[in-house]
């Protein structure tokens, strides 16, 4: 047998603090003048272009982690995604969202919506997010049902999130059958540090939530903070995936093995 070897990404302690630190960045809106909130948290104002840069940034390295990965598949001591297709559809998703940050560019572009959308968007825009059914009260201002605003955008966006970063690395950790179906479609299971992320944010938030209270101004500025913080989550999954491709691994060679295939695996 010979001498084994595992060469994976590691992060600096410090990296991981920081991370940490930026969600918790957050509390910073309640020190500001109703002014400077206004401004931070206006349609295509700093925390917005934050949001969809991050979602752009993800979405190309995705491709990129996913069209590398593809090519390393048969490599010996190359660390990779077995498949694809999740890598991919994760930066399709990326890239939707980016798209609708931006409004699919028509405050840029000012090309007019037609009036059967106008008759489902509450904005008068050409995104998917201010349609009437993924928002939690009517027209007239009336709150939906439990079950219809489990269709808010906002919260499934963030069901998705919880799901991919967190119960996938938990449940895969307890769980072999988990492990390698999530192998065979190439779903990324990250580690622990960016597993906890996503809990802490929604904790973070729902706290300043409170804290704020009826400041409605703070209230809209920590609106966009929450969803440029999720889309800062969803980049560094994007750049850990594509570390994670471009680092060499090397595990034990059996003397015998009859499948030259299972020598080496990436180990997510």
């Not at 603090?17 to 206004?38: H, K, M, N, P």
């Amino acid at each position: 047998m010979r001498e084994s070897r595992h060469h994976s990404t590691t992060v600096p302690p410090m990296a991981i603090v920081f991370a940490y630190l930026i969600l918790l960045g957050q509390a910073a809106l309640l020190l500001c003048s109703d002014e400077t909130a206004i401004w931070l948290g206006m349609e295509d104002g700093p925390i917005e272009n934050i949001g969809a840069l991050s979602f752009l940034l993800a979405s190309v390295l995705f491709f990129m982690t996913a069209y590398r990965s593809s090519r390393l598949q048969g490599r010996s001591r190359a660390n990779h995604f077995d498949n694809p297709l999740t890598l991919l559809l994760l930066g399709a998703f990326c890239f939707i969202c980016f798209g609708e940050e931006i409004s699919w560019g028509q405050r840029v572009f000012a090309y007019p919506v037609p009036d059967w959308l106008k008759d489902f968007n509450r904005q008068d825009e050409w995104n998917l997010h201010n349609l009437a059914w993924f928002h939690g009260q009517t027209a007239g201002g009336t709150e939906k049902s439990f079950w219809a605003r489990l269709l808010v955008m906002d919260r499934l966006l963030a069901v998705f999130q919880l799901a991919l970063c967190t119960l996938v690395p938990v449940l895969t950790g307890y769980s072999t059958v988990l492990r390698t179906w999530a192998a065979r479609i190439g779903l990324p299971i990250v580690p622990w540090w960016i597993a906890g992320l996503v809990p802490f944010h929604i904790f973070t938030t729902q706290v300043l939530y409170a804290i704020m209270g009826e400041n409605i101004i703070v209230g809209d500025a920590l609106d966009e903070t929450k969803e440029s913080m999720r889309a800062a989550i969803f980049l560094l999954v994007a750049i850990w995936a594509y570390r994670l491709t471009s680092t060499v691994s090397f595990v034990p060679r059996v003397l015998g093995l009859s499948d030259p295939s299972e020598e080496f695996k990436a180990t997510p």
